[in-house]
């Protein structure tokens, strides 16, 4: 028997509440709380009181070109989860933060955020799986320090970023305002930051319907 979850990311930005909500599925025994998969870093890692975190040494940085490039942001591909899927703008439709129109298919990209290649952070997210298929961050929660991601622009360069952050939040204490505004990153430095459910299920109904009471979060960090 499978549940049919949705997913709520509740957020306290700018002095206002944003919710991203999406429907997701998961088996009858979800998964375990990730472990903590230990190794250096050098800068101070985004933690909370729960959850399982994992933060690597920040890797030489690449800097944004003289002129970056502002054209459409097209594709992300994360070789070691098997991960390459579209990229579609995203933004706020009623207070709420949007989720992607191609649930199984497309990663979201908050364009109302900073953009790759700019030396920002920028931040994407997708579900984790929608009807009873995986979503395009299945296995986010998979990724190692080091593993490579790759953002591609459309008719444009492509961009390389590194694995450095790994941290399971529990859904009502994720720092959202932090991971976007991400004051932790050296300012030579350009972020990538990925979001999706995680974690624990909460089956509500005989049915299945229910909700994940965690959220998966990776940050890499652009190589060049």
Known sequence: MRFLPYCAISLFVTGFTLLVVGIATERAHPEPTAQARTFDFRFEPIVTSTGTSTVTSVPATAHATATPFAGQVARMRIPSIGADHPVEEIGITNNQLDTPTDANGSIGWY????????????????????????????????????????????????????????????VESIPMGELIVAPQKPPESEWITLITCGGRFQATEESGLGYYLERDVVIAARIR
């Open 111 to 170: 364009y109302i955020y900073d953009r790759p290649g700019h030396g920002g952070n920028a931040v994407f997210s997708a579900h984790k799986n929608y009807n009873f298929q995986d979503g395009p961050f299945a296995r986010l929660d998979k990724v190692n320090p080091g593993d490579s991601i790759i953002v591609e622009m459309k008719d444009g360069p492509e961009y390389a970023y590194e694995v450095i952050f790994y941290h399971r939040y529990d």
